[in-house]
């Protein structure tokens, strides 16, 4: 009865064993999971090699911070403005976010991402800001000759510019606000050609607009 | 005296602990905790092996990772593994030696094959491309650019003036020509093919089974090689001391004098937090402003 007994013990040894062996092959195989999601998001997706935890930092120079977003409105007369610290949003709208940051924006940015931005946008109310537009595109022509055939495109009166209204702000308590009837979201990249030495801006994702259903 | 295996591992996982503390935390959410958690496992033995106490780090550390993974570094995914890794160790005792030698091993050899791959794939490298704009537009890197190619640090300032423009107007279609010299392109090229080489060999030489006749002295020399030619130049403290603690992790305990040189190894990295740079700037040359 004793020898039985401990013949029983022997294979649940062996099953435990083998349960821990292959209990420590965890962490390398979760490693080669999460970095081939990470490679198809990358490669697919449009997030950033950096992020992800594929082992891509400093591979490329798509990182977090080759990205720029740019938001901009259609307010009720028409006019476009550009949006800035769009993510400010009052406390009572910040919930309509669902989890869009502007890290999230910039890293791994989305058609999905940009919608539910948009809506929280077209939520809120804005102020208007001096943005200094003029002199930025003076100084910008001046350092860079070759940007003046596109400066010259643009729109010959200062482009305005927009903050979310947040009446607790002292600086804000007075003064119009506006809403806006449409958003746009577009996505850059800041693209490197070493053999030109020049940096581009290229479009990322494709716009998305956002409009006011009526 | 020789070291027993319970005290080598006891070692680990104090390192590790220290870790921990000090790069494991992506949030204070995490932190927290951790201090205290990780603060109390330190001066307790009994906590130091406790499967409990490492299985909720575990647990914390991969829930807050999880919430926040499109925007944590490498470095803290391969502590998350590692710590699994632990984990593992501290439920098994019998084998947490082994556990905790293969596991390191793995990691180490995956973590390069995955970087190998991103670096061959986008091209950057090949051509020299990445790190050209990274030594002409990175602020952590000018002092450096500018005293090994003599590239004036107006020059670089004003490159990076003319990005965060760009940035603040963008404008589709918009392009920037930024300051450069032929020694950039000629020390780009050469970090580039470095980086590359030794990259490839720390994979080679850590996903190599053990079967194989290589000497496991070369896979150490590969990646302290790597650690201390890439960190001091580009600092990522956490990541060296990750790779610094596997490498001391899955080096054999007869190795002794290996693995006091990955402890060394590990203290060394630390002074590369120092802003050099700062220290040096006075040595680079000048330009004209604009």
């Known amino acids: 009865m004793i020898m039985q007994k401990s013949r029983d013990s022997i294979p649940k040894q062996q099953t435990a064993d083998e349960v821990m062996h292959w209990t420590s092959q965890a962490p390398p195989l979760v490693l080669i999971v999460v970095a081939v999601v990470q490679i198809l998001l990358a490669t697919q997706g449009g997030l950033s090699p950096w992020k992800g935890g594929g082992f891509g930092m400093f591979s490329s120079s798509d990182g977090p911070d080759s990205r720029v977003v740019e938001v901009t409105g259609i307010t009720r007369d028409g006019e476009s403005v550009v949006l800035r610290n769009v993510f400010a949003l009052p406390s009572n709208q910040r919930s309509r976010l669902h989890g869009v940051s502007a890290r999230r924006l910039h890293v791994f940015p989305t058609v999905r991402q940009c919608e539910r931005l948009g809506n929280a946008i077209l939520n809120c109310r804005f102020v208007e800001i001096d943005s200094g537009w003029e002199a930025l595109q003076t100084r910008f022509v001046k350092m860079n000759p070759s940007a003046q055939p596109l400066i010259a495109e643009m729109p010959k009166r200062p482009v305005r510019t927009f903050i979310p209204w947040d009446p607790r702000r002292l600086n804000q308590s007075s003064g119009s606000t506006y809403d806006l009837t449409q958003v746009s979201i577009v996505v850059y990249r800041l693209v490197y050609s070493g053999a030109a030495n020049r940096i581009s801006l290229v479009p990322l994702l494709s716009p998305v607009t956002i409009r006011i259903r009526t | ?290």
């Not at chain 2, 220290?18 to 990780?38: H, K, T």
């Not at chain 2, 004036?152 to 603040?168: A, G, H, K, M, Q």
């Not at chain 2, 920037?176 to 990259?199: C, G, M």
């Not at chain 2, 020399?221 to 956490?238: A, C, D, E, R």
């Open chain 2, 1 to 290: 005296m020789r070291q027993s295996v319970q005290e080598h591992v006891d070692v680990i996982f104090r390192a590790t602990l220290a870790l921990l503390l000090l790069f494991g935390a992506s949030a204070w959410q995490l932190g927290i905790p951790f201090r205290i958690l990780c603060g109390a496992m330190l001066v307790g033995p009994q906590l130091l092996r406790s499967p409990a106490c490492w299985g909720t780090i575990v647990l914390a550390q991969t829930y807050c990772n999880a919430n926040a993974w499109f925007s944590i570094d490498n470095h803290k995914y391969l502590i998350n593994y590692w710590s699994l890794a632990v984990s593992i160790a501290a439920m098994q005792p019998r084998f947490a030696l082994r556990i905790l030698e293969q596991n390191a091993t793995r990691l180490i050899g995956l973590c390069f094959l995955f970087a190998v791959f991103w670096k061959f794939y986008g091209g950057q490298f090949l051509n020299g491309e990445f790190l050209k704009y990274a030594l002409l537009t990175d602020s952590r890197l000018e002092v450096t650019t500018s005293m090994t190619t003599g590239l004036p640090l107006t020059s670089l300032n004003r490159n990076r003036d003319l990005i965060e423009f760009v940035r603040d107007l963008p404008i589709a279609g918009a392009q920037i020509q930024v300051e450069s010299n032929h020694a950039v392109s000629t020390l780009s090229i050469s970090l580039s093919y470095w980086t590359l080489l030794i990259e490839t060999v720390c994979a080679v030489m850590w996903l190599i089974p053990r079967g194989w006749s290589i000497p496991v002295y070369f896979r150490d020399v590969s990646l302290i090689t790597f650690v201390l030619t890439t960190y001091f130049v580009l600092p990522v403290v956490g990541f060296a001391s990750v790779l610094a603690l596997l490498g001391y992790s899955a080096t054999s305990i007869e190795r002794r004098r290996m693995r006091n040189t990955y402890l060394w190894v590990l203290l060394i990295v630390q002074l590369s937090s120092i802003p050099w740079p700062a220290f040096v700037e006075g040595m680079t040359p000048t330009g004209t402003n604009l």
